[in-house]
């Protein structure tokens, strides 16, 4: 029996994904078994346990084995990523029991770590197990990531201190550093030092596996495979095998019947509803809220608003998910009313793929999440962008300069995005030259992406070589 174990970092975005390309593989060679390791959340992941328990019981040939909870004073965390690294540190030695283990029954061809997890790079190089990451968001971050390292030997400034603009391999426009990626903007953190030491890993592993597709990334796959982000050093073998998306129905929420949303939204004309959703973790003060639902009111289109709780005061609760939003008190007074004929609010959670392929959807206004961004552009939407947390800011630079499917939402240096910004991007989205043109390149790209997965496509040519490379080894 041979398996494929995989080892997703904590948290829904990199689990959904990470859970798609496993399917990929079964589907395309059904001779494998797929074994994925996972990480007790202890700490706002997203709802990962509906979702796994979906899973296991739609996916036979998929194993989940879970590791050892850690338990950690969350009170003492800067931040999530700080959190995230600390539990993936301290799995460190359940990560080699359980590779240990799982070989004693079947042979493991090939273990796939998230970039989170280069702490399991040496351990599988002793088992004389090849390793490959799977990298989960695009090609322009992970050529960012590749030469990172070398950024960092240039300068003793951090990014945040900087103020200039950075030249990256295969990324055209000059990325100023405040767009860096935001754990990395102080250069004395334990965040910071534990994202070079993972950026640093990557020439070590035998290959690199990306969400991506190769028309819509040309520019930076390029610059990685002729090694210009690791100028002088070694670059693994690269493997576009996107689009990867939540398939339907694997989405978690609450589950069962067609969403009330996906009714509302049938009812609307062709295109014309903007979408706003910002991800798992994306949370906005009640201020930013309020801010929001003006410009959305003040621009007279039509709106499926997906809202959140704000993040909570009280410290301990930080990292945990919020509670149902109560939308009486948190949005203006009369909103929900003053709007009813054209606009649905959803607490917390809609059922994003269905929602952004429905006929009626013309927008999104997203947090450039790359799962997100992945999906509007196979479902042909145009975006404006709002980079929260992450590597999102990176992102929103390349969906709007480079790849040109969206629109700059102009984000202040408090991250404070004004009603009247909101109101000019949606219109500008929804009603203008630009937001047309836009369209049309959205549009083209969902046709390449449809055409990298099927029989011929580029993704199906990755994914066929990165197989053969196991069998070689
Ligand atoms: C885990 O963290 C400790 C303390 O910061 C560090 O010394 C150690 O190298 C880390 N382990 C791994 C596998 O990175
Ligand atoms: C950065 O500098 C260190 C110390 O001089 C060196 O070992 C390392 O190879 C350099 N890395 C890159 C990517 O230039």
Redesign the pocket.
Known sequence: METIVLYPAPGMGHLISMVELGKFILHHHPSFSITILIVPPSFNTGSTTAYIRHISATVPSITFHHLPAISLDLDYFPSIEAVVFEVLNRSHPHVRRALETISLSATVSAFIIDFFCAHALPIAAELDIPTYYFFTSGACVLGFLIYF??I??TTTKSFRDMSSLLHVPGIPPLIPSSDMIKPMLDRDTTEYENLLNFA?NFPNSAGIIVNTFESLEEKPLKAIREGKC????HTPPIFSVGPLLASEGSQGGSGGGIHDCLNWLDKQPSKSVVYLCFGSLGLFSAAQLKEIAVGLERSGQRFLWVVRSPPSDDKSKRFLPPPEPDLDSLLPAGFLDRTKDRGFVVKSWAPQVAVLNHESIGGFVTHCGWNSVLEAVCAAVPMVAWPLYAEQKMNRLVLVEDMRVALRMEVAEDDFVAAEEVEQRVRELMESEKGREIRKVVEEKSVEARAAMREGGSSIAALAKLVESWKRA
Do not use: E, L
């Not at 690791?230 to 050093?233: I, K, L, S, T």
């Open positions: 390292p070398t960092h030997n640093k690791n100028p002088g050093g």
